[in-house]
């Protein structure tokens, strides 16, 4: 397999995969979407909540806060390294390698709510790690008016998107690298308007193709041409996009997601000796 890079937008890393295969390449979206570990909140006590909303609502926002996670530092409990010879996986409570413990505490009398007219943020979670913090300061957890109060401590635990998606680090989708082949077209206009990716483009009257990577291959040149044009995705080479959530960039999803393919094969192989 051969890798380049097309593009990296923001969250978005854009790659080439050449002379592979659809199921190499699902591999790979599947170990980033449901393996590559992330670390969410799980755990939440609430000291105190006289805010509108129930402790369950509040808990459940904690849990959807994307946190930067920081792979050398933690592991999933199953691989923890502070995990006893005979167990499976880590039952030391407050273990600093596989869970952080996080703190947010807000008054409505506070200055800081009323700079923000009452809308408690990610921001104000407190963190002891500095890598570890909310991607997104500025989402609103809770919003609270005259004399209310929130405390709440949040245990933040590694954990894999196939368990709860929250632990998902980001989108990942894939495309037959397109092959865009243009027949005697006679309404160049009007299919260079109707292409949702704006892959044409029109010139001296004739239809050309501006960028073919841009094609989704949803075929409706296709049908607007009376099949005058073709459209083929590679099985071969493959336009590869991850789009991040924030706890981790691209390449940091595609080394790990490499990582635990080894382990799995390393796995199988012992599995095969045993026979
Ligand atoms: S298949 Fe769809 S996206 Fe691709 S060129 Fe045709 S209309 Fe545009
Ligand atoms: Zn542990």
């Given at each position: 397999m051969k890798i380049e890079l097309l593009n990296k937008e923001n969250e978005t890393t854009t790659l080439l995969l050449k002379e592979t295969n659809p199921t190499e390449v699902n591999m790979l979206r599947r170990l980033i979407v449901d393996e590559v570990p992330t670390l969410a909140i799980e755990d939440v006590t609430f000291i105190d909540n006289s805010s509108a909303l129930y402790d369950e609502i509040v808990a459940h926002r904690l849990g959807l806060i994307i946190l930067k996670t920081d792979l050398e530092s933690y592991n999933l409990p199953s691989e923890c390294k502070g995990k006893k010879k005979d167990e499976e996986v880590c039952t030391k409570e407050n273990c600093p390698h596989h869970s952080l413990l996080l703190k947010l505490e807000a008054k409505s009398d506070d200055k800081r709510q009323k700079e923000s007219k009452g809308y408690v943020y990610a921001e104000e979670i407190e963190s002891k790690d500095k890598v570890v913090k909310p991607v997104h300061p500025k989402t609103p957890i809770v919003k609270i008016i005259k004399k209310q109060r929130i405390e709440v401590e949040a245990r933040a635990v590694m954990g894999q998107g196939k368990d709860?998606?929250?632990?998902?680090p980001g989108l990942v989708h894939y495309k037959g690298y397109p092959t865009i082949k243009i027949g005697d077209i006679k309404n160049a206009d009007a299919i260079s308007e109707l292409c949702p990716a704006k892959v044409f483009k029109v010139a001296n009257g004739k239809l050309k193709v501006d960028d073919e990577k841009k094609c989704i291959l949803c075929k409706a040149c296709v049908e607007a041409s009376d099949d005058k044009i073709e459209i083929k995705g590679s099985n071969e080479d493959f336009i590869l996009t991850i789009e991040s959530w924030g706890q981790l960039t691209a390449k940091e999803m595609l080394l790990k997601a490499l990582d635990i393919m080894d382990s799995k094969l390393d796995e199988f192989e012992k599995q095969i000796k045993k026979l």
């Open positions: 709860h998606m929250k632990f998902s």
